[in-house]
């Protein structure tokens, strides 16, 4: 081409530059720079090169006069996944679904179009990865998919024929999937790249915006585990939303990054099965299925997923080293909280961590970033050196400060009510959330007060 150039861009933030940089001066990151070509500024004064941009209203209103539309939500058909957006999909927004290859996201996305075409709805799933035999052979595995009336088909990746043909269909619902695979002749670079990303995703949003369409958009996975393409794209969205889990586990999991109609601490919990993607209501259930009694190292909490609380199993394996430098490993606990509560069990209990290595895992693959888990972290870490178990049917509650006391938590009886509904027996709850509890209401259950962790040593034994 004539009249362009060759620029690099940063993957994370589209900070552009003349020349290769190892590290972004905008954002910081590294390695991040991609060589594109950019059209001279010549060029584009002369609408060589349009882009894509919303139009709105431009009308001033009085705020206090203005009348809010029909935001109503429309369900997915999967309480699971309606959880995790809030309620369910909000009309005329645009939801970013990622995750990594194989994961189940074009699975889930048919499963959801078939109960949304049932309630009258019609949905327009767009796929640029996969032929109309391909998506058709998956939806035969899917029970009530092949059937859907109101549910139609699109194989394209040019945005300017996608939007002319949902012009002539008038979706209520459309699926791209994947942002990546769509191009706009506007933007000379191939697709994929950060231009075209943010130009088609742009088109798409304009889109939803301008005509009351709910649009879902799928997202590849780069190697570090974040969203490929320009971090922009997060922002420009409304909802952004990770499909977690391992291929070779069954289990799969929704957690929303960021949501405008709802909250991010919400959590979707699935089931991955010959006939799709099955929802697992009581995640507590689930991972403490293969929970065995009496071994060291083990103890249970009770966190809260947004509104949920989930009972988790934390388990600490504390052996000799051979080493001068003992290894620490954290799996589903902050790293540096866990090195933090060993350093206090040393320096408060005398245990002599400083000669073994630690292993940390929390079972099921999920995530504890509460406070309230450090008492239960701490008990697995005692167990462990121990090598004596937690006593049977106890559930461990608390965050524990750097002299040992146990501090207050939030929400205490909803975990202590989902305790209870398991099965366990004993709870150990900081002292200060005794004052609000009402004991005669969990029959069978001895609710522990514990001002400190000296105070939780006697349940090891």
């Not at 922002?235 to 799969?252: P, Q, T």
């Not at 929303?256 to 099965?273: D, P, V």
């Not at 900081?430 to 522990?448: D, Q, S």
Request: charged share 25%; aromatic share 6%; glycine share 8%.
């Amino acid at each position: 081409m004539k009249n362009a150039k060759t620029v690099f861009e940063c993957a994370e933030c589209g900070a552009s530059a003349s020349k290769w940089f190892g590290k972004c001066q905008v954002c910081g990151a590294w390695n991040s720079a991609v060589e594109v070509e950019k059209e001279l500024e010549k060029a584009e004064k002369t609408a060589k090169v349009k882009r894509i941009a919303p139009v709105y209203e431009n009308d001033v209103v009085k705020f206090s006069e203005y009348e809010v539309g029909d935001t109503a939500r429309e369900t997915t058909g999967m309480s699971e996944l309606d959880r995790v957006l809030g309620g369910g999909l909000v009309s005329s927004s645009v939801v970013l679904l990622a995750g990594e290859p194989g994961i189940g996201k074009s699975t889930l996305l048919l499963q959801i179009c078939k109960t949304l075409a049932s309630e009258g709805r019609k949905v327009l799933y767009v796929s640029g990865e996969e032929s109309r035999d391909q998506i058709k052979l998956r939806a035969k595995r899917l029970e009530g998919v092949e059937s859907a009336e109101s549910l139609y088909l699109l194989t394209d990746t040019n945005v300017a024929s996608i939007t002319e043909k949902a012009d002539k269909l008038s979706p209520d619902i459309m699926i791209i999937d994947s942002i990546q695979t769509v191009y706009s002749e506007s933007v000379s670079s191939a697709p994929g790249s950060i231009a075209q990303v943010r130009e088609c995703a742009l088109s798409f949003i304009s889109k939803a915006k301008n005509e009351g369409i709910s649009i879902i958009l799928v997202g590849h996975v780069n190697k570090e585990g974040g969203i490929a393409g320009p971090k922009v794209l997060e922002h420009m969205v409304d909802a952004v939303l990770y499909f977690e889990g391992e291929k070779i586990r069954s289990y799969r999991m929704i957690r929303a990054i960021k949501n405008r109609y709802g909250s991010t601490n919400e959590i979707g919990l699935f089931e991955m099965t010959d006939s799709g993607l099955t929802e697992v209501p009581n995640p507590s259930e689930m991972l403490l299925s293969d929970r065995r009694e009496g071994v060291s190292g083990s103890c249970a909490v009770c966190v809260m997923e947004g509104t949920r609380p989930v009972i988790a199993e934390i388990q600490a394996l504390v052996t000799s080293t051979a080493f001068p430098a003992p290894r620490r490993t954290s799996n589903g606990v902050d790293y540096n909280r866990a090195c933090l509560l060993i350093a206090v069990l040393e320096k408060r209990l005398g245990f002599k961590f400083y000669t073994n290595d630690v292993y940390l895992n929390v079972i099921g693959g999920l995530r504890l970033d509460e406070p309230a888990s450090d008492l239960a972290v701490t008990l697995a870490l005692i167990s462990g050196i121990r090598d004596v178990p937690v006593e049977s049917g106890l559930i461990a509650i608390g965050e524990v400060g750097l002299s040992g006391e146990v501090r207050a938590v939030t929400e205490v009886e909803k975990r202590i009510s989902e305790a209870s509904r398991l099965g366990f027996t004993k709870i150990l709850v900081p002292h200060r959330n005794m004052a609000k509890l009402n004991t005669e209401k969990y029959p069978g259950v001895e609710i522990i007060p514990v001002r400190s962790i000296y105070e939780a040593l006697p349940y090891i034994k």
